[in-house]
């Protein structure tokens, strides 16, 4: 907790520790632990919706994420240490497709499986153009539009207070142009605008759960995204939190990079959530591959060299995103890379489970610098202990409490 690039992200109570009578204990031994962060460590969980929820409804399959061989307790122990915000699957496609058919009972049971073990449940995306029912090109835009309204009211408010972090609209910058493939979402951001998609999604998805947060997501770090951001904050549409995608099968871009493009977002004073993170630990993308999404093999395995290379990347990236104070939450977009999107060897655990470098360095981060384990600690003559550690949730002796900014102090009332 020395290094001076996380300070921003530390806090000291000082803690008066009471004793049944409410009198404060002196020179009273107490052990201190942290339980959670209050930083947004996330990660996919799509990989349970089988292994939690069961078979799907129909068999479309989940999208990016299959039958990983592991088991819940495996794979589950694997999560749970390092993550503590999961993004679970909502494109339209597989979860209704057939109209009237939803996957709703299986999610809800993933989505519980989170949260009773004390995760923030994520859901994404409300509005995108990929990943569609075919049943939706036979229909007019009007209609169109009329579903799509009601799909995001449905799951907002359905879900509320299960699910209350979306990612309401992705990738709108590409969204009328997009020409790879035809999809009913694509000639209704043409129609309407990207403005009008953006509202669209955010207000229906305000109307069914009003304390919401919801992210506008993209993969486009340019100029594009900012001029949407810029058009869409001008039009009144409030929005929570900018996503931003950082998918980098051609390899790192780099702390400067990231810095430049962390700063012109964080221009907008709303909080940076890098929503979907990869670093492969294979073979890179050729550079020449304009859309990750045609580059596709037969086989894309993990290396020796890969795993070390993705291990010393990903400290020196989560280190630049957890530096910037805009930062509030990181995405990593899979555990394992069985059944990683585009077959790339992404996850941070192997396809038979076993860990990765990658898993045990970021480990060493979130657990490790970043974290305090169980610390024995004595109160003073008045009874007053001060605690320093990264935002979160702690446990005194057994009994919980908090730092968050701008706390200073505290009480605590111990048993015995």
């Known amino acids: ?14 803690l008066t520790v009471l004793g049944p009578d409410r009198r404060p204990l002196a020179d009273r031994a107490v052990t201190v632990a942290q339980q959670r962060h209050a930083f947004a460590f996330g990660n996919i969980g799509f990989d349970f919706v089988g292994l939690v929820g069961g078979p799907p409804p129909e068999a479309t399959g989940p999208v990016f994420g299959g039958d990983t061989g592991l088991d819940l307790h495996r794979l589950g122990e694997s999560w749970l240490n390092l993550f503590n915000t ?45 990943v569609q029912p075919s049943w939706l090109l036979d229909l007019d835009l ?21 699910i209350d972090l ?21 000639r209704l951001a043409r129609a309407r605008g990207r403005i009008a998609m953006v509202r669209m999604a ?44 950082t998918h980098m099968h ?22 940076l959530h890098l929503t979907e993170t990869t670093l492969v630990s294979g073979h890179l993308m050729p550079p020449d591959i304009e859309d990750l999404n045609d580059y596709r093999i037969p086989h894309w395995p ?37 059944g990683a999107w585009l077959g790339a060897p992404v996850g941070l655990v192997r396809a038979d489970g076993s860990r990765k470098p990658s898993y045990d360095a970021l480990e060493g981060l979130i657990k490790g610098e970043w974290w305090m384990p169980p610390t024995e600690m004595r109160t003073g003559p008045d009874g007053r202990v001060a605690v320093r550690g990264f935002f979160g949730d702690y446990t005194i002796s057994g009994i919980p409490f908090a730092i968050r900014p701008g706390q200073a102090t505290a009480s605590v009332c111990i048993d015995g």
């Open 166 to 186: 979306w990612d309401a609209i992705n990738e709108a910058v590409i969204m009328p142009v997009f020409a790879n493939g035809d999809n009913a979402i694509t």
């Open 86 to 130: 999961a993004t679970l699957p909502f494109y339209w496609g597989p979860y209704e497709p057939r109209q009237g058919t939803t996957d709703v009972e299986r999610l809800t049971r993933t989505a519980r499986w989170f949260a009773d073990r004390g995760v923030t449940v994520k859901g994404h995306p409300l509005v995108w153009h990929t």
């Open 250 to 271: 051609q390899g790192y871009r780099g702390e400067e990079y990231m810095r430049d493009v962390l700063d012109r977002f964080a221009r907008y004073g709303l909080p």
């Open 302 to 338: 993990t290396t020796p060299d890969g795993e070390a290379r993705q291990a010393d990347e990903i400290v020196r990236h989560y280190r630049s995103l957890v530096a910037h104070p805009a930062v509030a939450s990181i995405n990593y977009w899979g555990l394992t890379d069985d």
């Open 142 to 162: 009007d209609e169109v539009e009329r579903l799509q309204r009601t799909r995001i009211r449905e799951l907002t408010s359905g879900f509320a207070g299960l």
């Open 202 to 245: 955010f207000e229906e998805a305000r109307a069914g759960n009003p304390t919401a947060t919801l992210v506008l997501n993209d993969f486009d770090l340019s100029s594009a995204y900012e001029c949407l951001i810029e058009g869409v904050l001008e039009a009144g549409i409030r929005i929570d939190a900018i996503g931003l995608q």
């Open 1 to 14: 907790m020395s290094d001076a690039s996380v300070r921003h992200r530390v806090g000291e109570v000082t």
